[in-house]
């Protein structure tokens, strides 16, 4: 299977617990997106990648959490001091630099904070 | 504010019938991407339409791009149970995030 991984697929953890998720992109893609979906909603931004670059973060990103991508192939993000409202599937992405930018998801991982 | 608004966003009908949903929004997209997403998964990309006016076929999927590249349907004939999911629409904004809509719910009853 040669499409986008992600790791652990889900996830319960205690308020104030850090937590890591790890993302493996398409192989050929060099750029990679963390996004976070709630409940009824459409996945939102939180940061991108091209290669080991971050180039974007989104203002949902606090400063409790912490994206890597440190040989410019799979990413993790962190999240120190889970709260509740850090519950949510999030989701990775990948897609070549040019084209017309279509980001193909992995399965996400399922994060519930109690 | 949302800047892409999905229509209906639940909608529930018999297997065979015929069902439509619709992406809008008041901004000009470059390209639109059509995703459908099961509970528990991400989303599987379906289509990406690019030239205004544009139709694309997936079997009994028919994705129509606005000619104004502003709005998107997604058109599904002879429902089957397997059609049932959330249909999310998706266009880049800014210069690589993607924006999503809240999506469309089908549930196809057998």
């Known amino acids: 299977d040669t499409g986008v991984s992600q790791d652990p697929r889900h996830k319960i953890t205690k308020r104030g617990q850090n937590v890591t998720f790890r993302c493996d992109p398409i192989s050929e893609h060099n750029r990679l997106y963390w996004y976070r979906q709630t409940l009824g909603q459409g996945p939102e931004f939180l940061t991108y990648?091209?290669?080991?670059?971050?180039?974007?973060k989104s203002r949902l990103l606090s400063d409790r959490f912490s994206a890597e991508r440190p040989k410019g192939s799979f990413s993790t993000l962190e999240i120190q001091r889970t709260e509740q409202g850090d519950s949510a599937m999030y989701l990775c992405a990948s897609s070549f630099v040019t084209g017309t930018g279509t980001q193909y998801f992995g399965p996400g991982t399922r994060l519930l904070v109690l | 504010t949302q800047l892409l608004e999905q229509s209906p966003q639940f909608l529930s009908i018999q297997e065979g019938e015929n069902l439509t949903v619709y992406c809008n929004s008041s901004?000009?997209?470059?390209?639109l991407q059509w995703y459908r997403q099961e509970p528990g998964e991400g989303p599987v990309l379906l289509v990406t339409v690019v030239t205004g006016g544009e139709v694309k076929k997936l079997k009994r999927l028919t994705f129509q791009f606005g000619d104004a590249r502003k709005d998107s349907s997604l058109h599904i004939t002879a429902a089957q149970p397997g059609d049932t999911g959330l249909y999310l629409c998706a266009a880049l904004y800014g210069n690589n995030r993607l924006a999503f809509g809240k999506g469309n719910q089908v549930v196809v009853i057998p």
């Open positions: 901004s000009v997209f470059s390209s």
């Open positions: 990648f091209q290669n080991e670059a971050q180039l974007e």
